[in-house]
């Protein structure tokens, strides 16, 4: 089990994205939609978990329209366009799909929790999503609708986690996405963990919380299991 990147083209241009594969051929595999400091070390730890846990790890790199660049990931973030990260994971999961997976599931963490629920609306084959923290659930990033006026259109479980201390999203938001996704016939399943901000997942930032990080971490593998790897 090894991290190796491979190039998909979008368009006529190449998009970087990290893999994690395990030994086992057919396994479900999970797109995993970074956060805004891009596919690190994080996402790479994240990819290398799934791995080990059975789970084909796929990490595209959603920057990849802007070159290379020093600048900030706030900056990068800010570039960012709903309409072009939609044709970038439609295009991850044929590439994904076309590798002999059973089952095909979308996460992502903070901008990336934000981006899986989005291409989840649009990309009816996906059988399971999960938003770690997703923010920015009213804003849309360039035309379009923002991701609380697109959740309605999800047709597979949904599983939306969180912090009691974050403000972006706050639990608020959160409960509002399961109100949309409830109303619309998809009862989603909704963490809150108390005691706990933004990215507290993230063992690269001071909000991490290694307990809390273990117990999300542990329900979101029970959902991909439930989900991907049943027959």
């Known amino acids: 089990m090894d991290l190796n990147w491979t190039s998909i083209d979008v368009d006529g241009a190449a998009m970087r994205v990290l ?3 395990p030994l086992e051929a057919g396994s479900p595999a999970a797109i995993l ?3 805004a400091p891009g596919v690190d070390n994080f996402m790479e730890a994240m990819a290398q978990r799934l791995g ?7 990490v595209p790199d959603l920057y990849y329209r802007q070159g290379e660049t020093e600048d900030d990931p706030i900056k990068r973030m800010g570039r960012l366009r709903d309409a072009e990260l939609m044709v970038d994971l ?17 996460a992502g963490f903070c901008m990336g929790g934000r981006i899986a629920l989005i291409a989840a609306s649009i990309l009816t084959s996906l059988d399971a999503a999960i938003s770690f923290y997703g923010g920015f659930i ?26 009691a201390e974050d403000s972006n999203p706050s639990a608020d938001d959160i409960a509002e996405l399961a109100r949309v996704l409830d109303e619309a016939g998809n009862a989603p399943e909704s963490m809150i963990f108390e005691g706990v901000g933004h990215a507290f997942l993230n063992f690269n930032r001071p909000g991490y919380r290694e307990e ?14 439930t989900h991907l790897a049943s027959d």
Request: proline share 4%.
């Open 52 to 58: 080990r846990a059975g789970f084909a790890a796929y």
């Open 90 to 106: 439609a295009t991850t999961e044929r590439y994904v799909a076309r590798q002999d997976h059973r089952r095909i599931a979308i």
């Open 138 to 163: 009213r804003e849309a990033w360039g035309e379009g609708e923002p991701p609380i006026a697109r959740v309605g259109t999800i047709t597979c479980p949904v599983l939306l986690i969180g912090g």
């Open 212 to 225: 809390v990080a273990m117990r999300a971490w542990s329900r979101f593998e029970e959902f991909l299991t």
């Open 19 to 21: 893999t994690c594969l």
């Open 33 to 35: 939609c970074m956060h």
